[in-house]
């Protein structure tokens, strides 16, 4: 298959994918929001009139059949109109505009440093000895099962509360993001570590490793200019599974540290039962995850020529 259809492909199998988190989250928020209008009006609080709330359904086409609704709501889609927020009351497009910066910054200091993390370690640990990796191993068990608030309440009782060294909460500078990426990147690293440091193992038995030792390459040299590019193939095609990682736990450790981002005004939007504000998100994080596949597919065949045959 050539790289071009791969694309297509690709590019299909991302609209159905789409297609299918627009579908399921309109369909179950609807389900399971209760009564928009209410929403829309305040909540139970603002105590508004039958005649008030019907006169919201009917502006907003909440009177109209479920199915109705879904149809206007894709002809929106297609000219790129998300609705607009219920509680914030701005255009959906708008309030993700404003928070999306603060949440690309998060992630992608998480990503870098769970990148770093993993290639490190597994570089310094693979076919050292089986009481390292064992260690190692341990450690790794630990990160990547201990759940996100945890360890977020585990480095701010450290770095901030006991040693002082950084801030606990905000959004002001680069100290403030510190603790957060490294909430962010600790787990994803850990899985990062085993996959990579299994794959070494495996490579670094290759007679063409052998051949380049014999050759006077330092060990050093082996495994970052041989080894390393072979093994980093598996960590590419995880690349979604680490952007969706980094966006679940970007709920919670927004939340946990303050800071702003789209995270944080899912978990608001949820909360406050805002529909057209979780189904953009939801949109959002849909197709950042089809363009990050798509971008793997592109880049596979330039790190291994032997995928663009297959």
């Known amino acids: ?36 209008a209410l929403v829309i009006l305040g909540g139970p609080e603002a105590l508004p009139t039958p005649e008030v709330l019907a006169r919201v359904r009917e502006q907003y086409g909440l009177d109209q059949p479920l199915w109705v609704q879904y149809g206007h709501y894709l002809s929106r889609l297609l000219v790129g109109d998300l ?36 290639i490190s370690v597994a570089l310094l640990t693979a076919r050292r000895g089986r009481w390292l990796s064992a260690s190692v191993s341990g450690v790794e068990l630990v990160l990547s099962s201990t ?7 585990l480095l701010l009782l450290l770095f901030s509360f006991t040693l002082h060294w950084l801030p606990p909460t905000g959004s002001g500078g680069w100290r403030n993001l510190i603790l957060p990426s490294l909430t962010l990147a600790l787990p994803v690293a850990a899985l990062l570590i085993q996959v990579l440091r299994q794959e070494l193992d495996d490579i670094l038995e290759q007679p063409f490793i052998t051949m380049a030792r014999a050759r006077g390459l330092s060990e050093a040299g082996v495994r970052v200019g041989h080894a ?33 981002g789209i995270g944080r005004l899912l978990l608001d939007a949820v909360t406050n039962k805002d529909v057209p504000m979780v189904l953009g998100i939801t949109l959002l994080a849909a197709l950042s995850y089809v363009l990050i596949n798509l971008l793997v597919d592109l880049l596979l065949p330039w790190i291994d020529p032997r995928v663009q045959g297959q």
């Open 147 to 153: 759940p996100i608030f945890v360890l977020s309440m």
């Open 83 to 118: 609705g607009e927020s219920y509680r914030l009351q701005i255009p959906v497009t708008q309030a993700i505009a404003t928070q999306l910066g603060a949440t690309l910054q998060l992630a992608l200091a998480a990503a870098v440093l769970a990148l770093l993390l993993a």
């Open 228 to 260: 390393l590019r072979h093994a980093l193939i598996p960590l590419l095609t995880l690349a979604g599974f680490i952007f969706a990682s980094l966006l679940a736990g970007s709920v919670v450790v927004e939340t946990l540290f303050s800071r702003q």
């Open 1 to 36: 298959m050539s790289i071009y259809q791969r694309i297509g492909w690709r590019l299909l199998a991302g609209i159905v994918v789409l297609w299918g988190a627009v579908s399921l989250s309109f369909i179950g928020l609807h389900f399971a929001s209760g009564d928009p």
